[in-house]
């Protein structure tokens, strides 16, 4: 059977893969369209540069309390009210962009701040969710075929918003932004359509009256450091991050340094690691990675050679090694995502999840700020080598430990009927 592909045999997540095909869709050029809209209107780097901000703060903020949520409500209840409240913000925003003709500043910052706290709503419930859609044997197959798609969903997202929407914004610059907004809301009302079809996946625990909030975070907090493996990936995750955030910066300045900074080059390379993420995505799971602190570790110093190689000025080999990227990155995420789910119990999944969004989104603005502080004092293959060997030394860092190393896939439990699970299995 094709890599992946044995997971769409259960219903429930079926459901959840189309929905958020089409949803992932949308989301891949909206980010894109409200920092072109802010450069148009603004032509302010300052302003710009804060819209991308609070695209990823809320991620930051809102995550802990995301976490929570999904381990005290019905999982389901919360993605379906998270994608009606992104179709009633974007509703919203371009009922204004009717009304006045063009976004005002501060429509421009609170939008994309609300859809991305939203989706910081939306993932811990997800990532729980899907454990509960498949049985544990399928759960690797899961993740890596929605690793694939969403990889594959964000290059066409991209080429149709570079392509299509440019045409519109050619004839019509008014009517780039409306048709835009409107594709985004349309991707949300699908993917709530389909997600209103699965059971109830309410989390597997005792009653938390008498707990707080805070209480319940910090909880998420120590399950993650009482495993040594997890809290040893969230310490690697916080060193690539920190060292890899900038990447973008320093990816768009050699376009325009080295290749001519044209739109078809840089499209190239992104398309190019994109396609290669798709690839690598569906060999995690023809692989059956089993040793996967041997994976996340060796994949992410061999990303980090990678990386430094790219220090050469050749389009190329730049390429080239951007697609040695996309085969390896699927082999440090996808494992050790799956072992996550694993080893977490149901009662704390949804808070474990947001442990690791929040590692991740809070080291990326320091990160990008790091690079855009160095790039100057470094250059171009200064900053490579930077970036390269950090990621190589992580990935020593995860290796350098022996329960790291040894870490195993957990094996399947014995199967016990699950209400989420109903009809999992088509014929079943």
Known sequence: MFPGVRALRHRPFRNLWIGQTVSQFGDAAYGLVFIFMADRITKDPVFVGLVAALQVLPFLIVSPLAGVLADRLD??????VSDFGSVVVLGAFLALLKVTGEAPRWALLLVPCLLSSLNALFYPARGASIPRLVPPEDLLDANSFAAATMSLMHTIGLALSAFVLAQV????????????????????????????TLPSIRPKREEHAGTGMVHEMMEGVAVVFRDRVLSRFLVVLLIVNLFIAGFMVVYTATNRAWFGGSFQ???????????????????????????????????????????????????????????????????????????????????????????????????????????????????LVGMYLFMGFGMFGAGLFGLADRSTRQALMPGPEPATEDPACQDRADGA
Do not use: H
């Not at 914004?169 to 997600?195: D, M, Y």
């Not at 990326?364 to 502080?373: D, I, R, T, Y």
């Open 75 to 80: 999982r389901k209840a919360i993605m379906v």
């Open 169 to 196: 914004e050619r004839v019509n610059p008014q009517g780039f932004f409306e048709t835009a907004v409107l594709i985004n809301a349309a991707t949300f009302v699908v993917s709530a359509g389909f997600l209103m």
């Open 265 to 379: 080059t840089l499209a190239g390379i992104e398309i190019g690691f994109m396609v290669s993420m798709v690839v690598g995505s569906l060999l995690v799971a023809k692989a059956n990675v089993q040793r996967v602190g041997m994976a996340y570790s060796v994949a992410t110093a061999l990303v980090g050679l990678a990386v430094a190689a790219m220090a050469v000025p050749s389009y190329g080999l730049y390429v080239a090694f951007n697609v040695v990227c996309g085969l390896l990155v699927p082999f440090i995420n996808i494992p050790m995502a799956t072992y996550m789910n694993l080893v977490v119990s149901d009662d704390v999944r949804g808070r474990v999840n947001s442990v690791a969004a929040m590692v991740s989104a809070g080291t990326q603005p320091l990160g990008a700020a790091v690079a855009g502080g160095l790039l100057p004092l470094l250059g």
